[in-house]
């Protein structure tokens, strides 16, 4: 006999949150109701809403800009992030040399060096995609280099006393034992990457047809058109929730047939 539906994990997994969140919107709606709280100040959710469906041609557009951005970023992220963890694993010398820069980037404040890389990067989009990478590369190079680390002594053994080669060794043992610590600093690196192009974009201030959601937010504050800058800002929490579900999604495909950690 098959479960209920609300029992099953996947549906309950998809069902509490959601059920949560229309529970927050329905007390927050009504606070706003009853305290007669002006749109300058806490819009409620209906005003959101109308904002959201009255400019959806303007917020469309600039999302599609901070998300082509977030994906360039988290792109090249990946690749540099890859690079650098493949790198590190093949001496300590190495990585000791090598980690202390990766580590200076990713307490660096975004805020701080964009208007250099702005400066220095002609192109705009350009110069946000490297903002946006530097916040993200950190956790799949950290995550990438424990996990080429963490392998089974005994599996690593056998492969030395069968004379494998370093590449097979990388190929057969190192890169299947870190495809769960990759996959987890993607799931980390998705979101920073959203936050460092946002972020851009606010020291950046970008506007016309390049603009991106936080030019609309600076542009609705200025305006006092709160509902729109909450519209804007439910996007980009929309955006990084998604991204994070692609991702989860991703590594369960990837994992779910071999890997104790998506077998449960």
Same mark, same amino acid.
């Given at each position: 006999?098959?479960? @209920?539906?609300?029992?099953? *994990? #996947?549906?309950?997994? =998809? /069902?509490?949150? !959601?059920?949560?969140?229309?529970? +927050? %919107?329905?007390?927050?709606?009504?606070?706003?109701?009853?305290?007669?709280? @002006?749109?300058?100040?806490? *819009? #409620?959710?209906?005003? =959101? /809403?109308?904002? !959201?469906?009255?400019?959806?041609? +303007? %917020?469309?557009?600039?999302?599609?800009?901070?998300?082509?951005?977030?994906?360039?970023?988290?792109a090249l992220a990946i690749v540099v992030g890859c690079a650098a963890a493949f790198l590190f694993v093949q001496s300590r010398v190495i990585e000791a040399s090598l980690l202390p820069y990766a580590i200076l980037l990713q307490?660096?404040p975004v805020v701080a060096i964009a208007p250099l890389i702005i400066i220095w990067v002609k192109d705009p989009t350009m110069a946000l995609v490297i903002c946006a990478t530097m916040v993200a590369v950190f956790p799949i190079?950290?995550?990438?280099?424990?996990?080429?680390?963490?392998?089974?002594?005994?599996?690593?053994?056998?492969?030395?006393?069968?004379?494998?080669?370093?590449?097979?060794?990388?190929?057969?043992?190192?890169?299947?034992?870190?495809?769960?610590?990759?996959?987890?600093?993607?799931?980390?690196?998705?979101?920073?990457?959203?936050?460092?192009?946002?972020?851009?974009?606010?020291?950046?201030?970008?506007?016309?047809?390049?603009?991106?959601?936080?030019?609309?937010?600076?542009?609705?504050?200025?305006?006092?058109?709160?509902?729109?800058?909450?519209?804007?800002?439910?996007?980009?929490?929309?955006?990084?929730?998604?991204?994070?579900?692609?991702?989860?999604?991703?590594?369960?495909?990837?994992?779910?047939?071999?890997?104790?950690?998506?077998?449960?």
């Amino acid at each position: 006999m098959n479960p @209920p539906l609300l029992s099953r *994990p #996947a549906v309950q997994r =998809v /069902t509490a949150p !959601l059920a949560v969140g229309v529970i +927050l %919107l329905g007390i927050w709606q009504a606070v706003c109701m009853a305290f007669a709280v @002006p749109d300058y100040l806490v *819009p #409620a959710p209906s005003a =959101v /809403t109308r904002a !959201l469906i009255e400019d959806w041609s +303007l %917020l469309s557009d600039s999302l599609w800009v901070t998300l082509r951005i977030t994906l360039m970023a988290f792109a090249l992220a990946i690749v540099v992030g890859c690079a650098a963890a493949f790198l590190f694993v093949q001496s300590r010398v190495i990585e000791a040399s090598l980690l202390p820069y990766a580590i200076l980037l990713q307490v660096t404040p975004v805020v701080a060096i964009a208007p250099l890389i702005i400066i220095w990067v002609k192109d705009p989009t350009m110069a946000l995609v490297i903002c946006a990478t530097m916040v993200a590369v950190f956790p799949i190079i950290s995550n990438t280099v424990l996990g080429l680390r963490s392998v089974n002594p005994g599996l690593l053994n056998l492969f030395r006393i069968n004379h494998a080669s370093k590449w097979d060794t990388l190929r057969r043992l190192r890169i299947p034992s870190a495809l769960p610590y990759f996959f987890g600093g993607l799931r980390i690196s998705c979101g920073l990457a959203l936050i460092g192009a946002v972020v851009a974009e606010f020291v950046a201030g970008t506007g016309g047809t390049g603009a991106g959601l936080a030019y609309q937010i600076l542009q609705a504050g200025f305006a006092l058109n709160i509902p729109r800058l909450f519209a804007a800002l439910f996007l980009i929490t929309l955006s990084g929730v998604a991204l994070f579900g692609v991702m989860a999604m991703v590594t369960r495909l990837t994992l779910s047939h071999w890997h104790e950690s998506e077998l449960a």
